[in-house]
């Protein structure tokens, strides 16, 4: 008799990959490793358990792109706000590291966005020579050093000064760093300039405050982005052509417009108005521009 527990649901379909080319095994309590192997060429990404589980396939955000492209995938799950700052995590980077299994790919890129840019950080010093796109990464939750930042109130009891602690410094094996964020969001620019080292480059998106991620993603640019990384033509130059989408974009749009009406920028306000009706279907700032103006009424 075969006294097992059953996997939970939500485990199932990246158990059936794994028995394929991959792997899936619990890292302590509340981390998870996914793996799914495909080319050489390797994304590590890192997610939270419940938003994988709200999913209709249960399956880290970036398998689909992984998989269509050839790439191997190396997701670690985190039940909770946890920072992926746990002994077992430590020690299964520690296992990659010393079994060589990351220096097996051809290439390798770190990719994640707030929490998940600092662990993506925190962790890249395990691949030398890997690449790093992180979207409004934090750099440590150490009140001694952060303590400005009041956005994770709970996760200021983490240990942020124990191993695979300091973000910036982990990102020193880096051969580059690509650090979008948002200049004008004060928390997110604070922990931009902690990131400085010559191997960091950052990236300009001004007007996204706290949803820089879900603006690349509404733009359809992300993944974009993570397949010009991959193929290692990613630059400044092409992240700029990409951000010109943002003209299009209703959250950028909605949030210039907000600006220049609480700074009293009465012209940029009509200037805006004007472009954007100009080119799309735009009730809200048609009937702003006719309040300012008197147009259409």
């Known amino acids: ?21 991959g792997d899936f095994l619990p890292l302590g309590d509340r ?7 495909e080319r050489p060429v390797l994304l590590v990404t890192f997610e939270d358990a419940a938003a994988l589980r709200e999913r209709a396939d249960n399956l880290p955000e970036h398998y689909a792109l992984a998989k269509s492209r050839g790439w191997s995938l190396l997701t670690i799950l985190a039940e909770g706000e946890t920072w992926w700052r746990d002994p077992a995590v430590f020690g299964y980077f520690d296992r990659l590291a010393d079994d060589g299994f990351l220096e097996d790919f051809d290439r390798v890129i770190f990719y994640g966005a707030g929490p998940a840019g600092y662990a993506a950080a925190a962790f890249s010093i395990t691949a030398p020579g890997a690449e790093l796109v992180l979207v409004a990464p934090r750099a440590t939750l150490d009140p001694a050093l952060a303590g400005w930042d009041e956005r994770h109130r709970i996760a200021r009891r983490i240990n942020f000064r124990s191993r695979y602690g300091y973000a910036p410094d982990m ?64 630059s400044a130059s092409y992240f700029a052509w990409l951000w010109r989408g943002r003209r299009s974009n209703g959250s950028y ?45």
């Open 1 to 21: 008799m075969d006294n097992r527990k059953a996997p939970p649901d939500w485990q199932r379909a990246m158990l059936a990959i794994a028995e394929g080319d």
């Open 31 to 37: 981390h998870y490793a996914f793996f799914a192997e």
């Open 171 to 234: 990102t020193e094996s880096a051969s580059k760093v690509w650090l979008i964020h948002d200049p004008l969001h004060r928390p997110d620019a604070m922990h931009a300039a902690l990131f400085q080292r010559p191997w960091v480059e950052p990236l300009h998106a001004r007007y996204t405050g706290e949803g820089t991620e879900d603006t690349l993603r509404e733009m359809r640019v992300l993944d974009r982005i993570l397949e010009a990384a991959m193929d290692g033509k990613f």
């Open 253 to 297: 749009l909605r949030a210039i417009l907000a600006a220049a009406r609480l700074s009293g920028h009465r012209k940029r306000e009509i200037m805006i108005c004007r472009s954007v009706t100009s080119r799309l279907n735009a009730p809200r700032f048609a009937r702003r521009l006719a309040e300012l103006t008197g147009e259409g009424q």
